[in-house]
């Protein structure tokens, strides 16, 4: 599988964004997609993640803000991005776990300024 995200870019605080991430297949039998950030000297953290029996799941810093969800007949994965705080500036990547393998795309900037 390969993945690719896109869509980050420049917001204010309190505006939105709406990154995408573009799987190379079908994306309908996937069990676990999910979005993860990075910042500078910091670990990737999950952001949301979307699994086929359980549903969604997200951190609690980004919960009531952020919703993530899935289009199988496009095979795309997005993220909606509410109330954008400072703190949500960072690396978005995307991921799916198939076959017990994790796969990754690149990352999108995100950069929220206040």
């Known amino acids: 599988v390969q993945l690719q995200a896109s869509g980050g870019g420049l917001a204010q605080a309190g505006g939105s964004l709406r990154p995408s991430c573009a799987a190379s297949g079908s994306i309908s039998s996937i069990n676990v997609m999910g979005w993860y950030r990075q910042t500078p000297g910091k670990q990737r953290e999950l952001v949301a993640t979307?699994?086929?029996?359980?549903?969604?799941n997200y951190a609690d810093s980004v919960k009531g803000r952020f919703t993530i969800s899935k289009d199988n007949v496009k095979n795309l994965l997005y993220l909606q991005m509410n109330s954008l705080k400072s703190e949500d500036t960072g690396v978005y990547y995307c991921?799916?776990?198939?076959?017990?393998?994790?796969?990754w795309g690149q990352g999108t900037q995100v950069t929220v300024s206040s």
């Open positions: 979307l699994t086929r029996r359980i549903g969604t």
């Open positions: 991921s799916a776990r198939l076959d017990r393998i994790d796969y």
